[in-house]
């Protein structure tokens, strides 16, 4: 069996990376396509099949007509994996999945699977709301989600798998994704911890670092998962990075609302996720509710879920979960 996964960017990727790692374990053979300016995430695909590369439509909370003409030049490009054969494709829901999936199916009536957010529990996201009524198999998290997708497929919560043994080297590690949250590193900034290791995204560090020299600042990553597997306790958004931390490594989790976020997450949908992965919920950070969160956050366990990567594998293998 071959299959071609389009992996997206951020957590879209993650969630490809995920269902690709286990379908290779079934012996599934794989094409992943990339959007091209991601080279960063080559490195870990490449293990898992061949890379290839195309226009990303949409930048994050673009505008439509801006991007207007990439999309048609990734139309475009999607014309090229008509050379490929393929028994599925496996799109994680980004604006990036749109177009390859759609030439594909229209020409050649491929069978396309996706896969819902994790995060979007009570409401539709963009590019999975298009891609089902493309005709593609609708993978969900959770048993609520089936009110938007009636004939969806429940797997379970859908995270990376652990590639390093969880341990802990005493540090609070915060990331918030690409957009950053400055007020929760305002708030960091003002405790008392011994260390912290602090992933600011479009934020710039350097403001911080002074403040904090013997903490570890960093705009990007590679690799998050070697800092998430020795920390004490993450901070961080709703999405996939959340569920890998609380699921695969095991890790005590605060999972925070920001304003900035607020463009990308319902309150509501948040404070779900968190109740879910028995996680501490923090809006409006200030020192002491920060403080607060972490401590909370220490004492709840970790929930228990089927793996949602393992069960989609099976699934698009078999047909079912058998």
Do not use: C
């Amino acid at each position: 069996m071959r299959g071609l996964i389009i992996a997206g960017y951020g957590g879209h990727a993650g969630y490809a990376y995920a269902v690709a790692y286990e379908l290779i374990k079934l012996g599934v053979e794989l094409d992943i396509l990339l959007p091209r300016g991601y080279d960063y995430l080559a490195d870990r695909f490449r293990k898992l099949g061949e890379v290839y590369y195309a226009t990303l439509p949409r930048k994050p909370l673009e505008p439509f007509y801006r991007g207007l003409h990439r999309w048609i030049k990734a139309l475009i490009e999607s014309l090229k994996l008509l050379r490929g054969k393929y028994d599925f494709v496996f799109a994680s829901g980004s604006n990036f999945s749109i177009p390859a999936s759609t030439t594909l199916k229209i020409l050649r009536n491929q069978r396309i699977y996706t896969l819902e957010a994790v995060d979007h529990i009570y409401t539709k996201s963009k590019a999975v709301n298009a891609l089902s009524k493309l005709g593609a198999v609708v993978f969900l998290h959770w048993e609520e989600q089936l009110k938007m997708y009636p004939d969806g497929v429940v797997a379970g919560p859908v995270y990376e798998p652990a590639l390093y043994e969880p341990r802990n080297e005493g540090y609070v590690l915060v990331t918030t994704g690409t957009l950053g949250a400055r007020e929760v590193f305002d708030a960091l900034v003002q405790l008392e911890l011994e260390k912290a290791v602090v992933q600011t995204g479009d934020v710039e560090p350097e403001q911080y670092f002074e403040r904090k020299p013997q903490w570890v600042f960093f705009k990007y990553t590679s690799d998050l998962y070697k800092w998430i597997a020795g920390a004490d306790v993450v901070v961080t958004h709703p999405g996939v990075t959340a569920a890998t931390a609380r699921l695969a490594y095991g890790k005590p989790l605060v999972l925070v609302y920001t304003k900035r976020h607020s463009k990308l997450f319902i309150r509501e949908e948040v404070k779900a996720l968190a109740s879910k992965l028995n996680a501490a919920y923090l809006e409006e950070p200030t020192p002491d509710k920060l403080y607060e969160a972490l401590e909370k956050a220490r004492r709840l366990v970790k929930p228990r879920y089927k793996v949602g990567s393992l069960e989609i594998a099976k699934y698009i293998v078999h047909g079912d979960f058998n």
